[in-house]
């Protein structure tokens, strides 16, 4: 699969659906992507499973407060710095990129990357989705060190952390992050291939573009995205209220969707910690994580990031299942509702099992 | 010169005197030294001008809050760590340490690691001194990048900044700082041999030695101390007032010394920022950075650290002149007055100028 103008924004559509709201806006990355295509070549998607064992697999993207990151400028030399300071730890050349998560901008700044260095995207992430934290990643489950963990800002400054666990590492990121201006370019959880196959979740990306490539020619958007991610349809309404602020490195609030239609005298309220965490109605929760929650425009399709939430917009709410990796009692004590400390257990999405391979 | 178990001591007093008061209390770096250099053997001090021109120094000591560092613990793991990067970054080994700020604690950290990894130390520093900033040292004036700059923890966490200027590598190093908890061991400014001839002030080690061995022998310590470093003397009384407390990765604050003996009835202000910045009385400043101030106990002549300052300390304070290189307009640029925001100008103390030689 390659990755080039012509599908480029079908990918940037499916990548925001399956952000859970997270990753990063994704429109000023795809201009990114467009240009840095159109004047180097598209970018080669290559599943892990056809890398030789000792290709070394560069995960990453930004890190840091998405709504920093909407007003953010890049200078182009991130990915060079990047790979230069991985390359100096590994003393070997890096294969390939992969998306740290399949969000948003972070599916779309890896592969903007890859192009300026002329390598191939692995069809992976660690995630599935976005998470907030650093450790919440398939890797880390696997036992990757996140170290070296690489940022580098706009200006140039580049900060490497080597931590000795990876909560340690995730600490350490949040804070040169913040020190760097609240975004930053990253990257972490190096791996040989040999070590991917077995630490990350496959065919992200094509899964992705699939999403998008559903959406783009659909009648009905809204319908045609539920279909291609076997989602259930929450709730249907307006936006009435968006509390957020920035805190410890994180955008952090809630959003309050007021129901029309079938929902009509209903309230849902969503939060969000870059990623949209947990939706509830008066009865409790309706969808949390690790599961998917989803804010799409209820006429285009299109999934608004949490950033992106405002007043006003008429929205429809889908959840759908995490990859399995999350749904594991090791999965749920990264990723589960109490690892955010809320107060309630995990409740599957009733969906059918098969649903939940890609 | 060899620094040994018998001369270890009067070092660490000497230390303790270049100081103004920073650079951290060496009582527990000096129980280290001389047990690692009972274990390991003495440390050899080797004038910078007797290193091969290719020679990769490493200048080091800790980094943050010395209000902090009173109650860290060092794992013993530091030095390997912060030569490993160091080398991992350069491509070639390191030749020799030195002390980044001969002061305090500082004097002997770089000891001590120079002991554990079998290397020699510089009779150098940067400072002459201590300041409390990663840009204030003469290496900077010189155009010696700070970066790499590496920082670690005791816990075995490292981080390591490229920065574009030295002041951003300053601001990075704090924050890296704060993230390890306040505290941490580094290195900064390495430099070929070379480049170190142009760059760091020569023959602090030794010089610290001398005034150190002038106090141990003398019937008159403090008496002892002003000849040994050409100082006046600027107060004799006791330490009514200390205010400090930790902001920024600094502990900053101010100290009043009621005048006893001569000085009875009046009062002294110190100014401090980890150092003695300043020392001013009802007619004004009496003498600034980047001159050094340090308060002397009254009757031992040993130096106390700013953190160590408390109610009731009898005292002598003594300010004597820096390094030639901090008193032209591009070394008072840095560490002047206005640099610490001070709206007064810098005098130099009034002492003849054969004294500024070491």
């Known amino acids: 699969v390659l990755l080039d103008e012509a599908n480029l924004r079908a990918y940037a559509r499916g990548c ?55 007003e953010k400028v890049w200078s182009g030399g991130e990915s060079e710095r990047l ?38 995207l692995v069809d992976a992430d660690g995630m599935g989705r976005a998470f907030p934290q650093m450790d919440q990643l398939t890797m880390s489950l696997a036992g990757i060190p996140a170290s070296p963990l690489v940022v580098t800002d706009a200006r140039g400054n580049t900060l490497v952390a080597y931590a000795v666990t990876n909560a340690a590492a995730e600490r350490l990121a949040r804070d040169a992050v913040a020190s760097l201006g609240g975004v930053a370019a990253g990257a972490l959880y190096q791996m040989s291939a040999l070590d991917a196959r077995r630490a990350v979740i496959r065919g992200s990306v094509t899964r992705a ?107 429809r709410v889908i959840a759908f299942p995490s990859d399995p990796a999350w749904r594991t009692p090791e999965g749920l004590a990264v990723v589960g509702p109490a690892a955010f400390d809320y107060d309630f257990d995990y409740v599957p999405l009733g969906v059918p099992a098969a649903a939940l391979a890609p």
Chains 1, 2 share one sequence.
Request: proline content about 6%; glycine content about 12%.
């Open 16 to 70: 925001a659906v399956l952000g859970a709201g997270g990753g990063g806006d994704p429109q000023i990355p795809l201009i990114m992507a467009q240009r840095t295509v159109a004047e180097r070549g598209p970018v080669s998607v290559v599943p892990v499973d056809e890398l030789a064992d000792e290709a070394l697999v560069m995960p990453c993207g930004l890190i840091g407060a998405p709504t920093v990151a909407l």
């Open 83 to 120: 790979r230069e300071r991985v390359e100096a730890t590994w003393g070997r050349p890096v294969s390939a990129l992969m998306c740290y998560e399949i969000a948003g901008a972070n599916g779309l700044l890896p592969l903007v990357w890859a192009a300026e260095l002329g390598l191939p």
């Open 209 to 315: 573009l699939r999403i998008g490539e559903a959406l783009s020619g659909a009648d009905d958007p809204v319908a045609a995205v539920v279909a291609a991610v076997d989602a259930i349809e929450l709730f249907e309404g307006k936006v009435v209220d968006v509390d957020r602020k920035i805190s410890g490195g994180f955008a952090r609030g809630s959003a309050v969707v007021e129901g029309v239609g079938e929902n009509a005298g209903q309230l849902l309220r969503l939060e969000v910690q870059n990623e949209i965490l947990a939706a509830l109605n008066d009865g409790g929760v309706v969808a949390s994580v690790p599961d998917i929650i989803t804010v799409l425009d209820a006429h285009s399709g299109d999934a608004i990031v949490t950033e992106r939430l405002c007043y006003g917009q008429r929205v």
